[in-house]
Nanobody, 119 residues
Framework: QVQIVESGGGLVQPGGSLRLSCTVS????????WGWYRQAPGKQRELVAS???????NYADSVKGRFTISRDNARSTVFLQMNSLKPEDTAVYYC?????????????WGQGTQVTVSS
């Protein structure tokens, strides 16, 4: 069973920055596209950024230009650099494999990391 551990969240003022990390084990990390998701209270989980095996990236419109996703294959780790944070970025952030989530038999999620943007 894959293991996913997210970290780096916290309380930050609007306009501030945070860097999230997601360390993965028990899976061929290099073989997958990885994504950062977030879930705000009362809302559905949404994909905000993804990075494929070649390093190509995609972002939700709401975070484009402010967030940067990257990966370190040697460390089986995915990062999310978040700048110019807004209160609406407040959520629990998770990482996972968008492609694998299409498989109905797979529904594993890590514990997530809480990001709170507030003055």
């Amino acid at each position: 069973q894959v293991q996913i551990v997210e970290s780096g969240g916290g309380l930050v003022q609007p306009g501030g920055s945070l860097r999230l990390s997601c360390t993965v084990s028990r899976i061929m990390f290099n073989s997958w596209t990885w994504g950062w998701y977030r879930q705000a209270p009362g809302k559905q989980r949404e994909l905000v950024a993804s990075i494929n095996i070649g390093g190509g990236t995609n972002y939700a419109d709401s975070v484009k230009g402010r967030f940067t996703i990257s990966r370190d294959n040697a460390r089986s780790t995915v990062f999310l650099q978040m700048n110019s944070l807004k209160p609406e970025d407040t959520a629990v952030y998770y990482c996972n494999m968008p492609g694998r989530l299409l498989n109905r038999d797979y529904n594993y999620w890590g514990q997530g990391t809480q990001v709170t943007v507030s003055s």
